[in-house]
Antibody
Framework: EVQLVESGGGFVQPGRSLRLSCAASGFTFDDYAMHWVRQAPGKGLEWVSGISWKSGNIGYADSVKGRFTSSRDNAKNSLYLQMNSLRAEDTALYYC???????????????WGPGTLVTVSS | DIVMTQSPDSLAVSLGERATINCKSSQSVLYSSDNKNYLAWYQQKPGQPPKLLIYWASTRESGVPDRFSGSGSGTDFTLSISSLQAEDVAVYSCQQYYGTPYTFGQGTKLEIK
């Protein structure tokens, strides 16, 4: 059974940093691209970042480019999102999602974790 | 960016009746080289993450009941639930994976009348 479990969320002041993690199990992690998708309170889903199976290719939404960095450790079956210079508008539930393919440019998400909440406020 | 617009924002349907949700993209998500529409539908029940229901606009994900169906091509798409069940109460969102950034509709909240 595919399982994705995010962690690392919390309350942080504007301008500070936070690192999210996603632990994956139940599938061959390094065969698939992975993504971060967020959902602000009461809002729709917003794709944040995708990373290909070998970490060679990574994509970001313009809203986070230059502030967020995705990475993965295939030996640990883990996905990470380093979030710097956080803003109030980054407040959201952050989901880790598995892609159906190897490349982040495939863009179809077949499994999602329960999410971890990030709140940015002074 | 491709803008995805759903209608209606909310919908109340009686049990056993048909529910229809529409999704319109600001540009075509039909890829001419493979003749596939890069359009997916997700179901999100309260307190749960999204669940993939349909991809390629009309292909049901494994395990999804056949009362769920998707149709449409180009820029206009529809998700239909043929006979609404109580467990179908959820927010439904469309997503295009034709191009980056991947974008979602705002969601349609489906309730029981």
């Amino acid at each position: 059974e595919v399982q994705l479990v995010e962690s690392g969320g919390g309350f942080v002041q504007p301008g500070r940093s936070l690192r999210l993690s996603c632990a994956a199990s139940g599938f061959t992690f390094d065969d698939y691209a992975m993504h971060w998708v967020r959902q602000a309170p009461g809002k729709g889903l917003e794709w944040v970042s995708g990373i290909s199976w070998k970490s060679g290719n990574i994509g970001y939404a313009d809203s986070v480019k230059g502030r967020f960095t995705s990475s993965r450790d295939n030996a640990k079956n883990s996905l990470y999102l380093q979030m710097n210079s956080l803003r109030a508008e980054d407040t959201a539930l952050y989901y880790c999602a598995k892609d159906v393919g190897e490349e982040w440019t495939d863009g179809l998400f077949d499994y999602w974790g329960p999410g971890t909440l990030v709140t940015v406020s002074s | 960016d491709i803008v995805m617009t759903q209608s209606p924002d909310s919908l109340a349907v009686s049990l056993g009746e048909r529910a229809t949700i529409n999704c319109k993209s600001s540009q075509s998500v039909l890829y001419s080289s493979d003749n596939k529409n890069y359009l997916a539908w997700y179901q999100q029940k309260p307190g749960q993450p999204p669940k993939l229901l349909i991809y390629w606009a009309s292909t049901r994900e494994s395990g999804v009941p056949d009362r769920f169906s998707g149709s449409g091509s180009g820029t206009d798409f529809t998700l239909s639930i043929s006979s609404l069940q109580a467990e179908d109460v959820a927010v439904y969102s469309c997503q295009q994976y034709y191009g980056t950034p991947y974008t979602f509709g705002q969601g349609t909240k489906l309730e029981i009348k």
